[in-house]
């Protein structure tokens, strides 16, 4: 799984306020946005395939076993990498939140 | 379950078997005698196995009814081998009739040893069996780990 | 959530037992004069039960082209051993994997706590 390194959020510098205010951060929040769906997308294909890798392999040998593990244990790895993640992200948020301004 | 119905028939499998070992070493003791309590020669002794459907508890019965039922085996009849004995021409026996001839059991010790090993084959299969099922029960509690 | 994979790894551990309860009888039966060997058609079974037909219960068949012996028995030990690990072989295989379906589900619980 490719995951790229974390962008922060571009945060807008603060600076004079202009008449139509300063456009919210929206560029950087969707992109993060769909960093995170694309993530949680391939996290979902993984366990698809690893269902479907043990579906066939107990219905009748259509796969190898070694197969269906290593598919297994990959869909595993990847939920807990993308987990492991999630926590870096959240804690970094929380962090950010907690900086006095 | 199944699994532990599967115990109770490889059990009656052992205990058939171990039957069986129990009259062909008694046969295989006995190929020479030629003075039993009952009068004459030994006369060899074998087991007929059955299957039985009744094995183990009653839940087992009802299971039965719904599952494919296993069957276990059991030693129908001991049959005791009703041919003449053979005769041999030893005038001195202490045994020996008024022509001289002893009667012997009409036995072949070989082919008592074959089936000694084909029994205890048999024996090996069902312990083995057993062995298994316990296995597969053992990994069953396994998921709760 | 829980039903997908680990509905159908308990069909197929319960088709497992029956089958390996038939190969212990075949076994126990190896000397019974006039006993044939029973089985089920266990991918057939599954298939069936992935459809989600509920039946009683598995059908017992009689497989053929075992050698008969004298005494009309048809065991074959050779046959009966080799099944008997195979189906222990997969029982195990199919604890193992939901043992490990278990755990994520688990560890995304445990995760979740500490957020």
Redesign the interface.
């Known amino acids: 799984m490719n995951i790229s390194p974390i962008q922060p959020a571009s945060i807008q510098p603060i600076g004079p306020l202009e008449i139509g205010g300063p456009a919210p951060s929206s560029a950087g929040g969707s992109e993060f946005h769909s960093m995170l769906e694309s993530a949680i997308g391939t996290v979902e294909n993984a366990r698809d395939h690893a ?1 479907q890798s ?2 066939n392999f ?3 040998d259509g796969e190898d ?1 070694h197969s ?2 290593l598919a ?2 990959r ?2 790895l990847e ?2 990498m993308l ?1 492991q993640v999630r ?1 870096k992200v ?1 804690s970094a948020y929380q962090e950010i939140m907690r900086m006095q301004m | 379950m199944s699994l532990f119905s599967a115990l109770s028939v490889s059990a009656s499998g052992m205990s058939a078997q171990r039957a069986r070992t129990e009259l062909l070493v008694e046969n295989l003791a006995n190929a020479d005698t030629t003075r039993t309590p009952e009068g004459g020669p030994y006369r060899r002794k074998d087991a007929v196995f059955a299957s039985d459907s009744t094995v183990g508890q009653f839940s087992a019965m009802f299971e039965s009814e719904v599952n494919p039922s296993a069957s276990g085996v059991r030693v129908a009849q001991v049959v005791t081998d009703q041919r003449d004995p053979e005769m041999r021409y030893l005038p001195g026996h202490p045994d020996a009739n008024k022509d001289g001839y002893v009667a012997y059991p009409r036995m072949n010790p070989a082919e008592d040893m074959v089936d000694l090993l084909s029994a205890s084959r048999g024996y090996q299969a069902n312990v083995a069996a057993i062995s298994t099922v316990k296995d597969m029960i053992q990994h069953s509690l396994d998921l709760m780990k | 959530m829980f039903e997908a994979v680990a509905g159908n790894l308990e069909q197929y551990m319960s088709l497992l037992s029956v089958r390996q309860k038939l190969v212990s009888s075949n076994i126990a039966n190896a000397d019974t004069p006039g006993y044939h060997t029973q089985d089920i058609d266990f991918r057939a079974e599954f298939a069936q039960q992935m459809q989600g037909q509920e039946c009683l219960g598995p059908q017992t068949v009689e497989p053929t082209g075992l050698p008969m012996k004298a005494d009309g028995n048809n065991v074959s030990l050779d046959r009966e051993t080799r099944l008997l690990a195979e189906n222990a072989l997969r029982f195990s295989i199919a604890t193992s994997l939901a043992r490990s379906q278990l755990h994520a589900i688990q560890s995304a619980i445990e995760d979740g706590k500490s957020a």
Request: no cysteine; hydrophobic share 50%.
């Open positions: 269902n043990v579906q107990l219905s009748g076993l269906t593990v297994v244990q869909a595993d939920f807990d987990m926590n959240v």
